[in-house]
């Protein structure tokens, strides 16, 4: 909320510096994000009085001024026709002005000129912001105004003005009178009353209009009050110019009254003219189903029929808290007004303006919640300033019509209970003196107190409240650290699965990959990038209803497009080598629409390129989260279509794919802006891969031999099609007693070896825990490894 | 044959001292102490010394064996040891050429300042707790104490997946869910991803919050300010001071958002802090009874802290890292220094 410091001290004597007010605020709970001093708004633009005007040498409409700023005279050239003795605007070398023009020293048509002279618009006034300026022309001031003042001071344009934060828990502070009150609390002093002052002319506002309201839950209380004989025509400077301080533009003397209510006492207020209200009725109800209002702004409106809605005698003509109809507003020839001050319900104004998009300052007000006590306020200070400006002529008596309400509500407390909340000492006299500068009423009754809560706090519902209110204001200076004194002893934990996530992020990083975070909304144009199948169960993504872009619209069910996005970034920002990892959750409707929530899965990306890097690369980092996990997994030929088909496996458990690893499909790479250089990526549900109690068992050590180890190797041709998983499968299910090792370490091709044919080199381990192994029990085991790879996968030894 | 012996043995240490390798020693063995060597045949001719000489000749004869001996020896040892000096003097490699093998990777800034966090309130009792990113508007929103159509939801920009479900604005509403399970004491911490929809030069629409949560019997303010001081000295430095300033937040009252002494200047004033020395990382409060009461705790008999806050924040001011965006753009050379 904007506060002009000019327009608070209508209310409060403000004896101290904006900042050191602001910190005040600051310190009771009111923020101030910014400190606005108009008179900064422009720099170096000066009061100067023009002391000679002569011919420009080489320029029919040009003049060359001689310009004193007090106690110096400066040289400037201007075409406008000014003569000596005129004070006026001048900027000077270095100024900006409003526009965005800097001003420098320079030379017009060969004589040097040091600055310029300045109408409004460059300082960014208008002739509302200011008296007695012509739009057109330059600034002139009155002979005597004191020569090289900053020429917004010298326009009166020099109020400062905060831009104080305002919390949902306090409406009631959406105004500059409520405002005071809390300034008031900060600096320690008094708040003034709003000034009620007005006389009615006799007639009677029941003879002028009628209110009914049809729906008091949304429309609590409707006061209405009648002015005639009303005259339109500007306000005064004072009103203009504060509420163009606080951002709205002034309009005419009835428009702007209401504004300045809406900005004074936080009351929304509304104008209508009488010549609109059919049958001189107000009627607040429901809107029909489908029922259409054009509104001030000019957009056609379809209601609903929960939407609020003002209407005369047949037609809505105004949607409720939120603007009038077009042709009920104020104009030139309007005679005759009806003002309306209401409490609308602030859930349904909030509603209503977000489903028919309509917004003002009135339902901007509305929304945040309007308390019982400032509808009257409102009226009689509107109805003041219609007086004190003589714009019509005001009719005895106010309609007003509301529920019943309680206008006061009682809080039992004791200081014991604050200071327990609070964990500090609460001296009872403190507290009462604190809740009495607040207007809460504190009543002793001997064993508790009672607090009297007034109808404009409607914030505060209990103790905790109260305690609120007290500390604030007391200082939280006063509450001294402590850790659980009289609470119970816990013990901190991480649960399983977090520690599981940790050691798989361990492991990465020991593999030498570096960790990245990426967004969980991706473009919902990733199933095409990926090329995948149009029944691909990945396609099924949670949608934004309001994402931020198309690119960030759909929460993901791999992180394969994060990670292929990722390496395109570090590829176009010169990264030679990038190996990198992911642990995030993925989101797994279980029906689309949704009806619950989506699964999260845990899931880990690898993703990597650059010099040195292969499959293999990436199986390692695969490999070895296995290993850290004590998973023997299989790796068997991928078909998924973003990939490498002749270079990418997936990752079985138990024979159930958990992921996948490989080279990136050419394709896929050009489709995100990373070919012509080799990319690997991987992919690892963790959730299927985690089984908590596994996780925390503790696997025990095995026992291992103390006798020599015997080593062979075998050489063995096979059909090409055989894989090198498939032979060690061979000879893993053959289950051979003494072997405690084997591995792959060469396969090649040749003429010799035949078409179609490759020889795979195999070593082996041997170990006996009770002896050691003799050249007949390894041969015997060779042996039935021979057999096992002639029957598995027609080996023949070469 | 004196003669003739001293003869053989200065000959042949005098080829054992010139000897430069242990090859050349080796003959000089087999030329003197060979069977067919000259000390070896020394001995044989020992059959035609008379028979009173011999035992005098061969004492002289096992003399010079020994002293050949002992100089071969002598000098196999030095020359053996001289060419293993050689042999690793020509090993010499240039040490200041580059380690083979794999560089370890790192762990991301957040995820490390995450561990530390997590580390800092198991220390003082807290139990680390997840839940879901897309979340029901009634854990986000409803029993903290913000209805639908609450003006206090215009405080977070939220990312809607259906009128009943959200991206969750705040890891809070793990809290809810804890609250309506849990019996008390219940003293836990929610890291996790949050979303809010607004994307700008210093706005990111997923960070990551770290919610904290404790109920129990006698929980107050004073409570809080020690944990939250606690773990801001432990996170920034031991001289860290906290100061808290009234704020609101829709389920805790009372309310307060939480400053802590800048880190750069150690709240002397400086750019980071805007000369004022403090810098804001969080807000927090005690638990509204109303949010107690919803979620099925008893307001009467317990009370409560929460608190929150960006483990972002925290990771830039402890690295001086200049803008949010840099930690999800992933860039290498930004990553590699978090080892």
Redesign the interface.
Known sequence: MLAPISWLKDYVDINVSPSVLAKKL????F?VEDIIYQEKQVSNVVVGKIVQVEKHPNADRLRVTQIDIGGKTLQVVTNVPVVGGEVVALSLDGARLANGLEIKTGELRGVKSEGMLCGLEELGLTVDSVEGQDEKDIIRFNDGTPLGENALVALGYNDVILDVSI?????DCNGIFKLAKEVAVALGTECREPKINYKSVGGNVNDDVSVEVKNQALCPRYMAASVKNVKIFPSSQTIKSRLLAVGIRPINNIVDITNYVLTEIGQPMHAFDKRELGGNKIVVRNAKEDEIIVSLDGKENHLKEDMLVICDAEKPCAVAGIMGGLNSGIKDDTSEIVFESAKFA???V??TSRALNLRSDSSARF???IDFGSQELGLKRALTLIYETGSGDIQDGIIDVKVDYQKTREIEFTTRKIA?????KVPKAKLVEILNKLGIEVKDNGKSLVAVIGEDRDDI??V??L??EF??VYG?GH?????????????????S??KFV?KV?NT??????????????ISAKFAEDLRLTDDDAARNA???????GEA?SV?RTSLTHSMLE?LA??KT?F?K?????EVS?V?IPKSL??EE??S?VETLSIGMYGEGIDFFFAKHAVEELMRALGKNAEYVRSTRPFLHPGRSAEVLLYGKSVGYVGEVHPDVQETYGIDNFRVYIAEINLDEVYDEAEFETRRKVQPFSKFPTVDRDLAVVVDDKYLAGDLLGAVKAAKIKYLTDMRVFDTYKSEQIGEGKKSVAMSFSFACLERTLTDEDVNAEMAKILSALKRKVGAKIR | MKEKMDKIKNEALALIDSATNTAELNDVRVKYLGKSGEISALMRDMAGVPKEERPMVGKLVNEVRFAVEEALSKKTELLAQAEKVARLKAEEIDVTLPAIGNEMGTLHPLTIVKNELIDIFAGMGFSVVEGPEIESDLYNFQLLNVPKDHPARDMQDTFYINDNMVLRTQTSAVQARVMTTEKPPIRIVCPGKVYRSDDDASHSPIFNQFEGLAVDKHITMGDLKGCLETFAQKIFSKDTKVRLRPSYFPFTEPSVEVDVTCAMCHGKGCRICKGTGWVEILGAGIVNPVVLDMCGIDSKEYSGFAFGFGIDRIAMIKYGIPNIKMLYENDERFLKQFN
């Open positions: 600051v310190a009771i709970g923020e919390t949902a828990n306090r409406p602030r859930d349904s909030r509603r929304e945040k919640g327990d909340i609070l964990g500090c519902v209990g905790n409240d305690a609120e500390i604030r939280y509450v001294k650290p402590t850790l659980f004194e009289y609470s119970a002893l816990t013990e901190g934990s991480k649960p699965k977090i940790d992020k990465m990083v020991a593999c030498g990959l570096d960790e990245a975070v990426t967004y969980s909304f949670v949608k934004i209803m309001n994402p931020l960030l929460m990722t970034y570090n920002h990264v080598q990038a190996k990198l990892f959750k989101y629409p949704l929530l989506p999260e």
